[in-house]
């Protein structure tokens, strides 16, 4: 059984040979072979090459071709401010102005801004890997984009005072994130993950999920499948127990759950759905091996018999993360081997 | 007739809607009502009923941002000429250098505003150097930071022995935010982490008053 393999087994709640294990390493990999993040998140060769040396370091089933959540902004027409060493941040924003809406053209992946050099590092990826991986792309999901659009201040009192026209905005944003989304599959991506953070319910309440967010998430995915993804899967961030209900009709196949969830309350919401989580990404900092390989061993404890997980940290792990860290990770999927 | 007042205020604060807030609090003063009044009995009140929700409920940052702006909204209503005197201590509120975030401490101070605190706003991305400088100028008794993003916790670590290099011993360090209420206190080397917006105003108005502080 290769990873991709593994992975779809896992998706279908099928016998896999092992749990599939997939740390959310970003730049970590940049840190890890020695490149910086400034150089890593604007070069999609650099990206891919890192990629591919952190996967042959660690060894574990998915490659991630994703930079940062200023990508889809910039090239939108947002002015991002870089750094060698963090994720750029947005300096001045495409729509703080809520009057230039209509003029906001959704971008051409093949040559706006970042954009063609993510498609790149999915290219090499792919070509690299075939399907021996999973190979992950990435896009914001629509109530993030609307915040990197606008600012979040400005995304939120107008979610609240102008609802239609906020409404408005994440459907730009859909429109963004699905034409991307295609681009990084025919690039060579099997899944683009969707990462939408702001749509926790510890930003905005369940009920506007449910009013604002589950039917664009729906279309999305909905365009991602029929566009060749293999699967749909979505990242939101913090205590997300009360919107899991929605995660069904909005055609979630994995659900990447954050630390703070409980994970059997987690399968109890979700009992057909793939989940992947929830390691805290902090301790991938400043925990040891022994707590990394405790609570990893807690997790499969409780969620590999019933199938239909995949080991993983609750968001991103930390760019300094140590090493051993994330091998501890990788080790403890495969003592059940 | 006062009592209904009251309370249509309070509702309108808590549902965040400015201009009913707005309205509602002018009524109270054209029928008497002082402004310190209507802070305690309005504001304040309607505070802690977000506070009691959010701790029973979930917390989300809307709902807080929508009370904040009508808050912000009545005290200008009330205090056109600009704010009142702060009643209670002076906090410094920063996210450090390399974090540009600033949606949860702007959250922190506008809620600080509403409880009487006056609230030294060093920004985001700030040196630490600059937020130990306004601190002790403008005589912050506690420094809040808040943090998204995980790579600023070794600057978040030299507060506490910086403010002991200049000997400002007797300022609180309290840290909070996504990324760095992941860690304790301890690895941090502040006096606390908070978990919510409502638990650094807990753990400020404990500290400062009677009540001990329970620890992490």
């Known amino acids: 059984m ?12 099928e016998q896999t040979d092992r749990v599939p294990v997939i740390p959310q390493v970003f730049a970590h990999a940049a840190v ?7 150089a890593y998140i604007r070069d999609g060769e650099t990206l891919a090459q890192c990629q591919l040396k952190a996967i042959a370091h660690y060894g574990y089933d998915a490659v991630f071709a994703l930079m940062d959540a200023g990508l889809e902004t910039e090239a939108v027409g947002s002015r991002l401010l870089y750094r060698n060493d963090i994720y750029p941040c947005v300096e001045r924003y495409a729509l703080d102005n809520i009057r230039d809406l209509d003029g906001l053209v959704v971008p051409d992946p093949n040559l706006s801004g970042r954009m063609p050099e993510l498609l790149k590092a999915a290219n090499i990826l792919r070509r690299e890997l075939r399907n021996e991986v999973l190979i992950v792309g990435c896009v914001l999901g629509p109530m993030t984009l609307a915040m990197q659009l606008m600012g979040p201040e400005k995304a939120l009192f107008l979610a609240a005072d102008e609802p239609d026209l906020f409404g408005r905005v994440l459907d730009f944003a859909t429109d963004v994130a699905i034409s991307f989304g295609l681009a990084q599959i025919e690039a060579g991506v099997h899944t683009p993950f969707v990462f939408d953070p702001s749509a926790s319910p510890a930003v905005v309440p369940p009920q506007f ?129 | 007739m006062n009592s209904q007042a009251f309370d249509r205020l309070i509702k309108a604060l808590l549902d965040g809607d400015q201009s009913v807030a707005v309205a509602e609090a002018v009524d109270l003063r054209n029928a008497g009502v002082d402004n310190e009044q209507i802070i305690i009995g ?47 201590e002076t906090v410094a509120l920063a996210s450090l250098e390399g974090d540009v975030h600033d949606l949860g401490k702007n959250i922190v101070k506008t809620v600080l505003l509403a409880k009487g605190y006056r609230v030294v706003d060093c920004g985001k991305d700030c040196p630490l150097e600059t937020l130990i400088d306004k601190a002790e100028r403008e005589g912050a008794r506690t420094i809040c930071i808040s943090g998204l993003i995980t790579s600023i916790m070794p600057l978040v670590r030299q ?28 690895s941090l080397n502040v006096h606390y982490v908070a978990d919510s917006v409502f638990d650094c105003v807990r753990y400020l108005e404990e500290s400062t008053g009677q009540a001990p502080v329970q620890s992490q």
């Open chain 1, 2 to 13: 290769n990873s991709l393999q593994r992975i779809q087994a896992a998706i279908h709640f």
């Open chain 1, 32 to 38: 890890l072979v020695g490149k910086t993040l400034g």
């Open chain 1, 209 to 337: 999920f449910r009013e604002f967010l589950l039917s664009r998430l729906k279309r999305l995915f909905s365009a991602l499948k029929s566009g060749g993804s293999l699967s749909n899967w979505l990242h939101i961030a913090g205590p997300a127990e009360t919107i899991f209900p929605y995660y069904p009709e909005a055609g979630v196949e994995i659900a990447n759950f954050d630390y703070c969830v409980n994970p059997m309350r987690a399968r109890k919401l979700l009992p057909e759905t793939c989940l992947n989580g929830n390691i805290k990404p902090l301790s991938f900092v400043e925990a040891t091996t022994g707590d990394i390989s405790a609570e990893c061993a807690g997790l499969l404890a409780q969620l590999a018999p019933g199938r239909g997980y995949i080991l993983s940290s609750g968001c991103e792990i930390p760019p300094e993360a140590k090493p051993e860290n994330v091998a501890a990770m990788v080790s403890a999927s495969r003592a059940k081997e």
């Open chain 2, 42 to 88: 309005g504001i304040e009140t309607a505070m802690g009923k977000l506070e009691a929700k959010c701790t029973v409920e979930q917390f989300n940052l809307l709902e807080i941002m929508l009370a904040g702006r009508a808050v912000t909204g009545v005290i200008k209503a009330l205090y056109p000429d600009g704010p009142p005197p702060a009643t209670r």
């Open chain 2, 159 to 186: 507060v506490l022995p910086m403010l002991q290099i200049r000997g400002l011993t007797g300022i609180k360090v309290l840290a909070g935010g996504a990324a760095l209420k992941q860690a304790s206190a301890n």
